[in-house]
């Protein structure tokens, strides 16, 4: 599976931004998706996922009422729509991959990753 993540760039504190990640494969249902970030200095971090059908989702607790994360299994994409973001949502976005269709929130559960894509919030 090749991830594909997009949509990431210098935006303003307060903004808005939506990430896509397309993906390869026929079977994008089987996959649970999730969007984790790794800014300077730190640790990957958790932000989202969602179940392979779509119907469940969790965040990370400080992120929750912004961002939104979301599927369209026909276009085999993940999207995570970030709002009023701040200068410390700057960092750089994964899109993930599980060989499973139950969403998790740890990144040592998922199988592939993209490459990422930056985000940067000026104050």
């Known amino acids: 599976v090749q991830l594909q993540a997009s949509g990431g760039g210098v935006v303003q504190a307060g903004a808005s931004l939506r990430l896509s990640c397309t993906t390869s494969g026929r079977t994008f249902a089987a996959y649970a998706m999730g969007w984790f970030r790794q800014a300077p200095g730190k640790e990957r971090e958790f932000v989202a996922a969602?179940?392979?059908?779509?119907?469940?989702?969790h965040y990370a607790d400080s992120l929750k009422g912004r961002f939104t994360i979301s599927r369209d299994n026909d276009k085999r994409t993940v999207n995570l729509q970030m709002s009023v973001v701040t200068p410390e949502d700057t960092a750089v976005y994964y899109c993930?991959?599980?060989?499973?269709?139950?969403?998790?929130?740890?990144?040592?559960?998922?199988?592939?990753w993209g490459r990422g894509t930056q985000v940067t919030v000026s104050s």
């Open positions: 993930a991959a599980r060989r499973h269709t139950v969403a998790a929130t740890n990144s040592n559960d998922y199988d592939y």
């Open positions: 969602i179940s392979g059908s779509g119907v469940r989702t």
